[in-house]
């Protein structure tokens, strides 16, 4: 199955700097999302990006599908920034595999 | 439109006892997908269930099971718990109709098992 890999695995920041975090994959995916994870555990969609690049707000992300990898920018993070960020990859059918997180950190 | 809607939101069980989480998914959405996440594992994929069938399956034993009713909500169950079983349950819900195609999808806020 695909494997994918997100870095960095942790992240601190100051609040108000901008922030990039990658996701590898370990073969031609046709579908991926990313997904930030809230202290009460639910995963909140930030993105469904296929290919190509999604704004939204403060956030972007770009999706290079011929490279394998996809990159979510944060720009002038706040503290409620803070939390796990995942992509997924979808492998087959409505499986989406996960990787590790990034873990952010945001300081006031 | 309410989102997916997952309960209980917490559990606790002991050991050989067996546990049945429910999820309720985006009206209109016949896709119900469940994944267990753990601090060691990760998320990882239990099943899909598409019209009262399960589509997929992840690498888990057959003390995991699902289902899913005629009006798409899914249950799943796990018989005689383990410690390892002690996880954030999610389940997740979306649009998609045929098995070629993806649209995005909707997580609950998960169930939370503990498992003494």
Not at chain 1, 32 to 58: A, D, E, M, V
Not at chain 2, 60 to 86: A, H, I, K, Y
Request: with cysteine; proline share 4%; charged share 15%.
């Amino acid at each position: 199955g695909i494997q994918v890999e997100q870095s960095p695995p942790d992240l601190i920041l100051q609040e108000g700097a901008n922030s990039t975090l990658r996701c590898n994959f370990s073969d031609s995916v046709n579908n991926l999302q990313w997904f930030h994870q809230n202290p009460w555990g639910q995963l909140i969609n930030l993105f469904y990006i296929p290919s190509g690049t999604k704004q939204n707000g403060r956030l972007s992300a770009t999706t290079v599908a011929t490279e394998r990898y996809s990159l979510l920018y944060i720009s002038s993070s706040q503290t409620t920034d803070s939390g796990v960020y995942f992509c997924a990859a979808v492998e087959y059918g409505n499986k989406l595999v996960f990787g590790a997180g990034t873990i952010l950190r945001v300081k006031s | 439109k309410a989102g997916v809607t997952q309960t209980p939101r917490y559990l606790i069980k002991t050991r050989g006892q067996q546990v049945t989480l429910s999820c309720s998914p985006i009206s209109g959405h016949r896709s119900v997908s469940w994944y267990q996440q753990t601090p060691g594992q990760g998320l990882q994929f239990l099943f899909e269930y598409f019209s009262e069938t399960q589509r997929n399956k992840g690498n888990f034993p057959g003390r995991f099971s699902g289902r899913q009713f005629s009006n798409s909500r899914s249950e799943m169950n796990v018989s005689t718990l383990e410690l390892g079983d002690s996880a954030l349950y999610l389940c997740a819900s979306s649009s998609t109709s045929g098995s070629s195609s993806y649209n995005e999808q909707f997580f609950g806020p998960g169930t939370r098992l503990t498992v003494l």
